[in-house]
C-alpha cells in the first residue's frame, strides 16, 4: 500500500469514527430529551390530579354546608 492510499485510508477511518460519535451523541440526545419529556408530562399529570382533588373537596365540603343549612332551617 502506498502513501495516499494509507492516507486516505486513514482519512475514511477517522470519518467514520466521527460519524459514529456524532450518531451516538444524537442518540442520547434524543433519550435525554424523551425522558426529560417525559418526567414533565409525568409532573403535570400530579400537579392536575392535586388541583382536581382540592376541588372535588371543596365541592364536596360546599354541598355539605348547604345540605346541613337546609336541615337545620
Same mark, same amino acid.
Given at each position: 500500500?502506498?502513501?495516499?492510499?494509507?492516507?486516505?485510508?486513514?482519512? #475514511?477511518?477517522?470519518?467514520?469514527?466521527?460519524?459514529?460519535?456524532?450518531?451516538?451523541? @444524537? &442518540?442520547? +440526545?434524543?433519550?435525554?430529551? *424523551?425522558?426529560?419529556?417525559?418526567?414533565?408530562?409525568?409532573?403535570? #399529570?400530579?400537579?392536575?390530579?392535586?388541583?382536581?382533588?382540592?376541588?372535588?373537596?371543596? @365541592? &364536596?365540603? +360546599?354541598?355539605?354546608?348547604? *345540605?346541613?343549612?337546609?336541615?337545620?332551617?
Amino acid at each position: 500500500m502506498n502513501i495516499p492510499e494509507t492516507a486516505r485510508e486513514t482519512m #475514511a477511518q477517522k470519518r467514520h469514527h466521527q460519524h459514529h460519535l456524532e450518531e451516538s451523541m @444524537l &442518540e442520547r +440526545s434524543e433519550e435525554e430529551v *424523551a425522558v426529560n419529556d417525559s418526567l414533565d408530562i409525568q409532573e403535570e #399529570a400530579r400537579e392536575s390530579l392535586v388541583t382536581q382533588r382540592k376541588q372535588t373537596e371543596h @365541592l &364536596e365540603a +360546599s354541598m355539605q354546608s348547604r *345540605a346541613e343549612a337546609e336541615i337545620e332551617s
